[in-house]
């Protein structure tokens, strides 16, 4: 039943680790590596769910593309007659000049989380025993609703687990998006036409538009907080996992 249970996890971490792959990874990085740019815009209108610029080149010709709401486009705010350039294979673009960075911090981060819970599926698949062996006593196990039996220590070991995963997310989600933030004041000295929420102290750029959050000079507690959250939820996850790998019974 332990093995079981063990190569269900291996399963849902494979899978989740996949989708984070190709959500942040191809769909997102790898469509902002591929998008091409040169000229300047001169027509701008708003379709359903996206921006449609008109872009005219050098040579006098001219290109329609869409910016959508995710940071595998372009923002959706760029002014009429501003000069856009985007190289192939380039995550930053330039602007009447100026160069635009790509948050590479931030998907970085959630890229190499998904190649983890890939790699940690894998290597609790592979830790399984060939012919895995060993029941419970009738004294260590608890009736639940439906007639399944599990074990308490099972039950508790999923709750902490859980609580692990959940506190490891937040912390590491919060920390990213302090790295990511920047002051209103920021903001504007480097795009005047960046249209910020009224009530955000601070901003950062979230599917096409400017979500609130802090900055770590302003809110260093709440910075702290994050990073202790992610320290401790990771403590818990890694403290737990003698539950996810079955030790291997020695044969003589």
């Known amino acids: 039943?332990?093995?079981?249970?063990?190569?269900?996890?291996?399963?849902?971490?494979?899978?989740?680790g996949l989708f984070i792959l190709w959500?942040?990874?191809?769909?997102?990085?790898?469509?902002?590596?591929?998008t091409v740019i040169d000229g300047v815009i001169v027509a701008r209108r708003a379709v359903p769910s996206a921006t449609e610029y008109t872009?005219?080149?050098?040579?006098?010709?001219?290109?329609?593309?869409?910016?959508?709401?995710?940071?595998?486009?372009?923002?959706?705010?760029?002014?009429?007659?501003?000069?856009?350039?985007?190289?192939?294979?380039d995550l930053d673009y330039e602007q009447d000049?100026?160069?635009?960075?790509?948050?590479?911090?931030f998907y970085s981060s959630v890229v190499g989380i998904g190649l983890s819970l890939v790699v940690w599926g894998i290597?609790?698949?592979?830790?399984?025993?060939?012919?895995?062996?060993?029941?419970?006593?009738?004294?260590?196990?608890r009736v639940i609703a439906g007639g399944y039996p599990v074990s308490i220590r099972r039950l508790i070991s999923i709750v902490v687990e859980g609580a692990g995963v959940t506190l490891f997310g937040c912390g590491i989600l919060a920390t990213l998006l302090f790295f990511s933030t920047e002051s209103r004041v920021e903001l504007l000295r480097r795009r005047p036409s960046a249209n910020i929420p009224n009530q955000c102290e601070a901003a950062f750029w979230n599917h096409g538009g400017?979500?609130?959050?802090?900055?770590?000079?302003?809110?260093?507690f709440w910075f702290v907080l994050s990073v202790a959250a992610l320290v401790s939820g990771g403590a818990i996850m890694v403290w737990?996992?003698?539950?996810?790998?079955p030790k291997r019974e020695r044969r003589v």
Not at 9 to 14: D, E, F, G, R, S
Not at 23 to 34: D, S, Y
Not at 123 to 140: E, V, Y
């Open 1 to 16: 039943m332990a093995a079981n249970n063990d190569r269900r996890k291996a399963t849902v971490l494979i899978v989740f």
């Open 210 to 220: 400017y979500a609130c959050w802090y900055t770590i000079s302003d809110h260093p």
């Open 23 to 34: 959500g942040f990874g191809w769909n997102t990085v790898g469509r902002r590596l591929l």
């Open 123 to 141: 290597l609790i698949l592979r830790s399984q025993p060939p012919n895995p062996t060993g029941t419970r006593r009738p004294a260590d196990m």
């Open 55 to 89: 872009v005219r080149g050098d040579d006098g010709s001219e290109h329609v593309f869409l910016a959508g709401a995710t940071d595998a486009s372009l923002p959706g705010d760029i002014p009429v007659g501003t000069r856009i350039r985007k190289k192939l294979w």
């Open 240 to 245: 737990s996992q003698s539950h996810w790998f």
């Open 97 to 105: 000049g100026r160069r635009e960075s790509f948050p590479w911090i």
